[in-house]
């Protein structure tokens, strides 16, 4: 296929006429290649891990030259749509669509507009109580399978009284909520959010683990066994109303004193 075939009028791309002297940005031939191959990623034709056609391949399909079609790879290199490795072995191998990209540059945006943590748990308090809702009114026995699986796993990591695995069992208690919920569209909204926090998190020097920490892990847990149970009896604006405060008692707690005035830094 020649690079040419790959071209749509501009009208029909936008959906919308182009008035007359308007000026018309012609895209150039490496943009073409590099959008034919990124519709079939996205369009699940080309799936994670599947190494792309060598390079002479690709440049007789398309019609273009080396250079042509290295820039091409380079656009979507910075979008985390493919690696390209040089030498014998090497050549392009596609990975899918991943939130972590997108929440990566969110985070960019937040640090220039001089965003603050205690800005990002307000957000996220917006976010995962609407979903505690939609699942409350809409779960299946299923869905309350694995609720009660996540707690019961956290409890598990908590007994240990490892920062890390709890981090890790109280992660995917939140992530589960949202997904159940099945809105797609928050799920990678509130993913981003999760993202971000982790960054400035791991940005932030570990703060000691005392008593009044492990009391707060302990109070976090029981507010997830109530919220399963709230979601079982189909209380959703008592469960909306429970997440909402314990998402907001832990900003309050993770962004406690001066920190919670700290502006993200999460380039280094």
Known sequence: MAVQELAMPATSRAGTVVAIGQQVRVPKTAELVAAHLRRRIVRGELVEGDALPPEATLMEQF????????????VLE??????V???AHGGARVHTPNGDI???YAALVLEYRGTTLADIHQARAVIEPPCVAILAENHTQDDLDKLRLAVGETAAATATDDPGQCLQANLAFHILLV???GNTTLSVLSGMLRHILDLAT????????GPEHRLAIRRRLLDHERVVDLIEAREARAAEDLWREHLLEAGRYLTDGPVAATV?????
């Open 63 to 74: 019609g273009v030259s080396r250079p042509t079609l290295r820039e091409a790879f380079r």
């Open 78 to 83: 910075s979008e985390a749509l493919i690696t």
């Open 85 to 87: 490795r040089r030498g």
């Open 102 to 104: 997108a929440a990566r």
């Open 179 to 181: 997904d159940l919920a």
């Open 202 to 209: 791991i940005s932030q020097p570990a703060a000691e683990r």
């Open 264 to 268: 993200l830094d999460l380039l280094g």
